[in-house]
């Protein structure tokens, strides 16, 4: 089997890589850096510049799925400009493939998209499942529904398609972690605003076997990529700081300083999303960090 993967170099795609090669399976992926192609035998780069519309058409060559990774970072400041970038950087790559895909005649049986928890509404109480219809009228609410129409036009090419909607990542070297735990060690630690936000989180290494779980058992339809158990930000701070040992001695980070540091972006901190996991764990799925604790242990110890 030759899986196509967008994103490949990144902090998910990365994994999902080295799950593939495990299982036996040839790996495609697209780069903007051609200094990044490599032509091993299972592990081929192809260049594309979705700016510009370019791209490697043979990176589809006996390919019969695609896992779709792509996308600009949230995690930067979001002027009016870079929320453009945001956008098309999810919307304009899905297309370019898809027009690929038919300019060329290519089959593709299953495509696998990354989506986000940010399309349900910030809510302290609200417990969100898949079925959920309202979108958040937040910026990233829009993203993310362009985002997973955009996915769905692979349909129309005859693909199967499914949607992870991914909650907070945790890893070790990459995602929002190294960066939550870093006034923690200083011994600054604080939970953000009122400190009772949901945060729907999941250990990278088990977003990873989801989307191995998916691709294996061509799952279809929209699944929400968070362990089974959210917990607040107080919950989470103090947790870390329990791991780590350290002390928190600081009040709460109000809201409008963060908003001052950050703009928009802040909102990242403080929105709340308590998000469901039943419909995977459904399917047989089985997580290796259900509790944030043991995935922290294992992750900063």
């Known amino acids: ?53 370019e791209i490697d058409h043979n990176c589809f060559n006996g390919v019969s799925a695609i896992i779709n990774l792509v996308g600009a970072s949230i995690s930067k400041r979001w002027t009016a400009s870079y929320k453009k970038v945001i956008l098309k950087s999810r919307t304009q790559t899905a297309q370019l493939l898809q027009d690929t895909i038919k300019t060329y005649n290519y089959k593709v049986d299953y495509v696998l998209s990354a989506s986000a928890i ?20 937040s910026f990233l609410g829009e993203v993310v529904e362009q985002w997973e129409d955009a996915v769905d036009g692979f349909k129309a090419l005859g693909s199967k398609v499914a949607k992870i909607r991914i909650g907070l990542v945790l890893a070790k070297d990459g995602g929002a972690l190294p960066e939550l735990i870093k006034p923690i060690k200083l011994g600054a630690g604080a939970p953000l605003g009122s400190g009772k936000q949901w945060q729907s989180w999941i250990h990278v290494h088990d977003l990873a076997r989801i989307f191995m779980y998916a691709l294996q058992n061509k799952l279809e339809g929209i699944y929400n990529g968070v362990a089974p158990n959210a917990v607040t930000n107080t919950e989470l701070t103090k947790l870390a700081a329990t791991v780590l040992q350290r002390p928190l001695i600081l009040p709460k980070v109000p809201k409008f300083a963060m908003k001052l540091i950050l703009g928009e972006m802040h909102m990242l901190l403080f929105e709340s999303q308590r998000v469901c996991s039943q419909k995977i764990e459904n399917k047989g799925f089985h997580f290796n960090y259900a509790n944030l604790g043991p995935a922290l242990e294992d992750l900063l110890l």
């Open 1 to 53: 089997m030759t899986v196509l993967i967008t994103g490949a170099t990144g902090l998910i795609g990365q994994q999902i890589v080295k799950l593939c090669h495990a299982d036996g399976i040839i790996v495609h992926y697209l780069t903007t850096s051609k200094s990044k192609i490599s032509k091993e035998e299972n592990y081929k780069g192809f260049y594309w510049e979705p700016r510009n519309n």
């Open 118 to 137: 940010g399309i349900y509404p910030t809510s302290y109480t609200n417990y969100y499942n898949e079925d959920h219809s309202k979108v958040s009228e």
